[in-house]
């Protein structure tokens, strides 16, 4: 099973062309790479977050509880990184939880680990600060665009960028994120469908 899971790390690694064999192999090497059940809590409201994840396979759902209500914030699939930015950074209580939606095949890392690699592979600190900077600018923009929109443009955006969401999470929790009840995401799915 371990070694299964290390080669999709290898393959998902070796797809950007940036690293050599032996950097690859290095990395691959030293990386945490688990099979996490569906359900299955990596981060609860509360928790001092010292680790992050790569999602090489499956959905994980970010949520907080309002009024004994459950809030999803968003929603991370395969490619994505997910991590409690505030908390991990800070060392302050996480607000939110994040929990597998799906079965999933993640990299675990944490910040020690990713010292050790940046030492042992010096250009390495460079490509992690540019995706980084990357990934934040495109939060920032996701988030500027979330708040300005209506909900049936969030549904379009969701459909545009991660299609397979609405088959792979339910519908409830999909209403959640776009800030409407299940009754109103029909009545937009329908009249999305019917000017298709």
Partial sequence: MATNLKNELTTYIKSFQILNEDEVKLIVDSSDVRASKKGTILVKEGD??????????GCIREYIIKDGVEKSTAFYIEGDSVVSFTSATNKTPSKH???CAEDCVLTVGNES????MCEKI?????????????????TKDDFAAF????PEDRYKNLLENKPTLLERVPLHQIASYLGVTPESLSRIRKRINGKK
Wanted: hydrophobic share 35%.
């Fill in 147 to 150: 708040v300005t929109s209506s």
């Fill in 97 to 99: 939880f994040q929990v």
């Fill in 48 to 57: 001092i977050v010292s680790n992050c994840y790569f999602i090489l396979k």
């Fill in 113 to 116: 680990l990713e010292n050790e």
């Fill in 122 to 138: 010096p250009r390495l600190k460079t490509i992690i600060h540019q995706e980084t900077v990357k990934v934040t600018g495109q």
